[in-house]
């Protein structure tokens, strides 16, 4: 089974075209949803977060309190890489543990930090999603109601715009129309349908 990884920076619509892809009935995995499960109330992940970084992690209920360890870890180079020593391999570990039953053409592997985390060896191909900077931003700032500050920063701890595309195999243009969006994830489709058929 051909690996598709997507990537892209912050507001630049991975999970839109995700999306796209699961309506094409392509699986899809999500490195983010598997990151939020992975520190739901009760979890060990969660336990391991609370014991680095405090009880202030976590809200009167118990659940993380996701804007507080967004603050601490993009405020602290060293914060950020201890929270990634503790997610980034179970992350690893669960897609692995995904893949494994999937039976189909192509799969999507959705890992908005795809190179940051080095996991480029998972995937056989690289998707990024591409939007201009000031794009990202307003949708960000629609989106999560964060100050243009706090997501520059974001972007500032990501890959830049430039090495994400100099890296991908393929590459989706997110600042047009939803229609022009979905004729290049179709295009897409039928590359890695193509693609995979060359490899049985």
Same mark, same amino acid.
């Given at each position: 089974m051909l690996k598709v990884g997507l990537t892209g920076g912050i507001g630049c619509g991975k999970s839109?075209? =995700?999306k796209i892809? +699961?309506?094409l009935n392509i699986p899809v995995l999500? +490195?983010?949803q598997i990151a939020h499960s992975l520190v739901e109330k009760g979890q060990p992940a %969660? =336990?391991?977060i609370q014991q680095e970084f405090g009880a202030s992690i976590l809200n009167p209920d118990g659940s993380l309190n996701r804007r507080h360890l967004r603050e601490i870890v993009f405020s602290d180079l060293k914060q950020k890489q201890k929270l990634e020593s503790i997610l980034h391999p179970l992350i690893y570990k669960t897609l692995q543990a995904e893949l494994e039953p999937l039976v189909a053409p192509y799969c999507i592997i959705s890992i908005p930090l795809l190179f940051e985390t080095d996991m480029t060896h %998972?995937?056989?191909r690289i998707l990024v999603i591409d939007c201009p900077v000031e794009t990202q931003i307003e949708r960000v700032k629609i989106r999560d109601n964060l100050t243009i500050e706090r997501i520059q920063s974001i972007i500032d701890n990501q890959v830049s715009r430039a @090495?994400?595309?100099a890296k991908a195999d393929d590459l989706i243009d997110n600042s047009t129309t939803d229609y022009r969006l979905a004729e290049q994830v179709k295009k897409l489709h039928?590359? @890695? %349908?193509s693609l995979s058929a060359c490899r049985d």
């Open positions: 839109t075209v =995700a892809f +699961a309506d999500d +490195a983010d %969660l =336990a391991r %998972l995937v056989d @090495y994400r595309i039928n590359l @890695y %349908l």
